[in-house]
T-cell receptor
Framework: DAGVIQSPRHEVTEMGQEVTLRCKPISGHDYLFWYRQTMMRGLELLIYFNNNVPIDDSGMPEDRFSAKMPNASFSTLKIQPSEPRDSAVYFC???????????FGPGTRLTVT | GEDVEQSLFLSVREGDSSVINCTYTDSSSTYLYWYKQEPGAGLQLLTYIFSNMDMKQDQRLTVLLNKKDKHLSLRIADTQTGDSAIYFCAESPGYGGSQGNLIFGKGTKLSVKP
């Protein structure tokens, strides 16, 4: 398996624009997680899904953030409109039922100017 | 709420042992983890320990858990320059079981000097 795949790897956009981050989890994994990493706040869980259903979205910072998982092999995290304070590295991770490990993707580095 | 604390930096010489410490607050945590992040990459699980264990050894890695003090440590024996990375401690709150929300510390940046 290729591991968790995220795209794009880097995104630079202007304030006010819509940003869509994409994730393909490892095939067969039931759980999918979106994290945000910044120097100030470290690694924060934004939302996670189990069998494509959102389980906990309490970490989503504002209504500008939304996440979907239309099927078992694809998820998106959308920010609309984007703001400079959204600049961070966004990680997607997946895990299998009964597994203790979350497998992380390489991340998307987002810069909002 | 849950919180995980780590020191931010550690510098050691190649060949020495490194000890990275972590404290956590949730006494119901069932699993505790150490993840490693190399520059420009995602996090990779190094090892984990069940809360009913005191110690776990895996090659050069030794994890010690003091549940009474809610203190977790990671010892890397014979530290190499390739061990330079950021190390994250994480806990899994009891309500989430083996999956679900992981609470991460801010990470300890380990620098290994030749």
């Amino acid at each position: 398996d290729a591991g968790v795949i995220q795209s794009p790897r880097h995104e630079v956009t202007e304030m006010g624009q819509e940003v869509t981050l994409r994730c393909k989890p490892i095939s067969g994994h039931d759980y999918l997680f979106w994290y945000r990493q910044t120097m100030m706040r470290g690694l924060e869980l934004l939302i996670y899904f189990n069998n494509n259903v959102p389980i906990d979205d309490s970490g989503m910072p504002e209504d500008r953030f939304s996440a979907k998982m239309p099927n078992a092999s694809f998820s998106t995290l959308k920010i609309q409109p984007s703001e400079p304070r959204d600049s961070a590295v966004y990680f997607c991770a997946s895990g299998g039922q009964g597994s203790y490990e979350q497998y992380f993707g390489p991340g998307t580095r987002l810069t909002v100017t | 709420g849950e919180d995980v604390e780590q020191s931010l930096f550690l510098s050691v010489r190649e060949g020495d042992s490194s000890v990275i410490n972590c404290t956590y607050t949730d006494s119901s945590s069932t699993y505790l983890y150490w993840y490693k992040q190399e520059p420009g990459a995602g996090l990779q699980l190094l090892t984990y320990i069940f809360s009913n264990m005191d110690m776990k050894q895996d090659q050069r890695l030794t994890v010690l858990l003091n549940k009474k003090d809610k203190h977790l440590s990671l010892r890397i024996a014979d530290t190499q320059t390739g061990d330079s990375a950021i190390y994250f401690c994480a806990e899994s709150p009891g309500y989430g079981g083996s999956q679900g929300n992981l609470i991460f510390g801010k990470g300890t940046k380990l620098s290994v000097k030749p």
